[in-house]
């Protein structure tokens, strides 16, 4: 696969997961050249709708954020409102910590406690932790006080659409970025009575802003499809399949 927006390698290791991010077992993290080339094909698709204005973002199976966390850190600028949901509690509250590194106070009370696992153990990782939360510190202070970026994360069962519905209110969702489970990794918890992936298209049906656009990640062996959606593109990278779609 050819990068057609994240061409360039740039040093993403202050966006690390387990480094500021934090990590939660079992919830491994996404590449961040291939989240923010994701993020940027959907940006083009909406720019080619003429959609220009920032954008809500939101993944159903969230796990612990991190995906949302590093292309919100990459391209604010595109976005209005950073949602999470994801079926287990656990990772719900991981999800909120992380969603937090978004927010000023969220990345100070980090640093804090970085600094206190430094002075507790001395290791180069929390040096190198506090080096990446004052890097992220800078960019956050760069951003204008005038758009603050809204970010939060609810439990929830990504195939329900009237809970999704429920959680969300009255707001529309513009993008869903998700990498869905697969492997030996991660899997699919909840209601799994129907080919869940399938339900989780038809549960977004309900919350989609009108040409909504959905990203999906997962294994090179699934092809997803769904009545309510039609196929923009798709290409392969590794092991993953990507497929990005547009509500009908």
Known sequence: MDYRFAVERPDYSHLASGHVFYNLPGYPAFPVRLASEIFQRCLDWRRRAGETAPCTLFDPCCGAAYGLGVVAFLHRDALREVIGADVDVAAVECARRNLSLLTLEGLEWRRVELETLLARFGKASHQEALHSAALLQKQLLAQPASMPLVAWAFQADATHGEVLSENLGERTVDVVF??????????????????????????LLAVLAPAGLVAIAADKSVKPAHPGYRRLEQFQVGKRRIAIFQAL
């Open 178 to 203: 998700s990498d869905v489970p697969y492997g030996q990794r991660s899997h699919w918890k909840g209601d799994v009575s129907s080919t869940p992936l399938v339900a989780m298209l038809e549960a």
